[in-house]
T-cell receptor, first 114, second 108 residues
Framework: GAVVSQHPSRVICKSGTSVKIECRSL??????MFWYRQFPKQSLMLMATSNEGSKATYEQGVEKDKFLINHASLTLSTLTVTSAHPEDSSFYIC??????????FGPGTRLLVL | GQQVMQIPQYQHVQEGEDFTTYCNSSTTLSNIQWYKQRPGGHPVFLIQ?????EVKKQKRLTFQFGEAKKNSSLHITATQTTDVGTYFC????????FGTGTRLTIIP
């Protein structure tokens, strides 16, 4: 099946710093990638839809200036959490959609902001 | 907007017992997908149902889409310890909305 990678898998940072998370589709081209956030014991919440070559579409309540998304190529999307605070600590997961519209998820990135 | 509720929220079963999780929507769904997320892992796609009344099987797993396309179920026969995890239903074409999930734990 399709493989999606994420880097880094874990990151610990100080409050106020910015963190960049990469999402790559390894064996297919993904015109659309999605970014989710999952708090402990909760469901996945869609943050934004990332389309190659265009601006991301953010879900209601998600600050676009805080969560910067760049989809520079058909295999790479990045999420930058700017000026991170402890409440941003979460499990961030990306997914990429194949041509048959199945979404494949990356392994996720655990962010801990101290 | 559309909301999807899953029940139960948690389920503890003895190994070898059956398990079922239900997904209920307030509105008609065009399709429904099921995902499994192991503890500490990421969601893994299991199946997609599209047709009214559709039933699909994957070994010990049976997936069903209701006639009115407002509910779905996932049934696991004779659970094994490898079945541990949280099972999510989701729906959507362009973007997915996930249900609340059912966390399954197995007592060996």
């Amino acid at each position: 099946g399709a493989v999606v990678s994420q880097h880094p898998s874990r990151v610990i940072c100080k409050s106020g710093t910015s963190v960049k998370i990469e999402c790559r589709s390894l064996d297919f081209q993904a015109t659309t990638m999605f970014w989710y956030r999952q708090f402990p014991k909760q469901s996945l919440m869609l943050m934004a839809t990332s389309n190659e070559g265009s601006k991301a579409t953010y879900e209601q309540g998600v600050e676009k200036d805080k969560f910067l998304i760049n989809h520079a190529s058909l295999t790479l999307s990045t999420l930058t959490v700017t000026s991170a605070h402890p409440e941003d600590s979460s499990f961030y997961i990306c997914s990429a959609r194949t041509e048959v519209e199945t979404q494949y998820f990356g392994p996720g990135t655990r962010l801990l902001v101290l | 907007g559309q909301q999807v509720m899953q029940i139960p929220q948690y389920q503890h079963v003895q190994e070898g017992e059956d398990f079922t999780t239900y997904c209920n929507s307030s509105t008609t769904l065009s399709n429904i997908q099921w995902y499994k997320q192991r503890p500490g892992g990421h969601p893994v796609f299991l199946i997609q149902l599209v047709k009214s009344g559709e039933v699909k099987k994957q070994k010990r797993l049976t997936f069903q889409f209701g006639e009115a396309k407002k509910n779905s179920s996932l049934h696991i026969t004779a659970t094994q310890t490898t079945d541990v995890g949280t099972y999510f239903c989701s729906f959507g074409n362009e973007k997915l909305t996930f249900g609340t999930g059912t966390r399954l734990t197995i007592i060996p």
